[in-house]
């Protein structure tokens, strides 16, 4: 069973700038597009980011243009980096290693019975 593993959360002020990791226990760049998803108090769990085996991206309409995900294969790590940070950032966000062919962009809750999912890491952007 593949496990994974997010850090890098924190707290920050309106306008700062994060970068989160996830490192898999194995390779799973082959097999696997890998997902990062947040979930904030009374909302739905929803799609960041999305980037494919073969370095494909995808992002939420609200991140577009301030987060930018990437991965490092041979490291096994996938990586976040959040740009112009705003309060409605704030969240638990989620690493998630997903069947190439899913394409999940929101689920009731994190984690999701699809693939594999870290245990999250907290994102709070005060004003």
């Known amino acids: 069973e593949v496990q994974l593993m997010e850090s890098g959360g924190g707290a920050v002020q309106d306008g700062g700038s994060l970068r989160l990791s996830c490192t898999a226990s194995e390779t799973t760049f082959d097999r696997f597009s890998m997902n990062w998803y947040r979930q904030a108090p009374g909302t739905r769990c929803e799609l960041v980011a999305r980037i494919s085996g073969g370095g494909d991206v995808d992002y939420g309409e609200s991140v577009k243009g301030r987060f930018t995900i990437s991965q490092d294969s041979a490291k096994n790590t996938a990586f976040l980096q959040m740009n112009n940070l705003k309060p409605e950032d704030t969240a638990v966000y989620y690493c998630?290693?997903?069947?190439?062919?899913?394409?999940?962009?929101?689920?009731?809750?994190?984690?999701?019975?699809?693939?594999?999912w870290g245990r999250g890491t907290q994102v709070t952007v005060s004003s």
């Open positions: 998630a290693a997903l069947d190439a062919r899913v394409r999940l962009l929101s689920t009731p809750s994190c984690p999701d019975d699809n693939g594999y």
